[in-house]
């Protein structure tokens, strides 16, 4: 079942009104919880899928269990996109549609992986942080690209990884999850640390580059697209 989505009274319209969400919202981060272990709970992927001419987003989450990775419930929410393409303020196009897909779930996220970024992002405030802070659950953010910060190439084998760095500061790490194939890019988004994120993201990662909780997620959402714009 799809939900539809209504943006919320008050959603920011200008680029202005954006980051002044975001310099309020981040104040809020929590980076001092090591986060829920490996391997133990639920572990929901999200993620969204647009046809900008149509002015359609879809989101979809989607529940495993963190030990089997078996799916264990899964939600889509279809709405009109929220906010301009703006980059570093890509989280106002997407959060209402994908609080929407996660409060249609029928069981408890635990800890929610985005198709993104946390702490890695220009103003340290990426999607994942800023659904962590608006939900309360630990989130961190899975990214293909390392956006603007600079990183060596981790070793070929499966698990190493360097940080990804602003700077002197690491906002996140390039974790191989596969052998000899280019790495993903791992940040803190809320109530996790970096090392338990990256753990949770191999454990999610045994077979492709991408964990299981982002592939099912990204399946999901677009054919909730297509079936929202058929016709």
């Not at 319209?13 to 980051?19: D, L, N, S």
């Not at 190439?153 to 194939?181: C, H, N």
Request: aromatic letters at 4%.
């Amino acid at each position: 079942m799809t939900t539809p989505v209504r943006i919320p009274e008050g959603w920011p319209t200008t680029e202005e009104q954006a980051r002044a969400v975001q310099d309020e919202l981040r104040r809020r981060v929590v980076l001092d919880e090591p986060g829920p272990p490996p391997g133990t709970g639920h572990v929901t992927g999200v993620d969204v899928a647009y046809d900008d001419e149509r002015d359609v987003v879809a989101a979809a989450a989607v529940v495993l269990d963190a030990a089997t990775l078996d799916v264990v419930a899964e939600a889509t929410a279809v709405g009109r996109i929220s906010f301009p393409y703006v980059p570093g303020l890509l989280a106002f196009r997407e959060i209402p549609t994908v609080l929407a897909a996660l409060d249609a779930l029928p069981c408890p996220p635990g800890l929610v992986v985005c198709d993104g970024y946390g702490l890695a992002h220009p103003r340290r405030f990426g999607l994942a942080s800023h659904l962590g802070v608006l939900t309360g659950l630990p989130t961190i953010g899975v990214a293909k690209n390392p956006f603007t910060f600079t990183h060596t190439d981790p070793a070929p084998a499966r698990g190493s990884s360097t940080p990804l760095l602003a700077g002197d500061e690491e906002v996140g790490r390039a974790l191989r999850t596969q052998q000899g194939i280019k790495p993903v890019y791992v940040s803190v988004g809320h109530r996790v640390d970096l090392d338990t994120a990256c753990a949770h993201v191999l454990r999610l990662s045994p077979r492709y580059r991408l964990p299981e909780s982002t592939r099912h997620a990204d399946a999901l959402c677009r054919r909730a697209l297509r079936e929202a714009t058929a016709g």
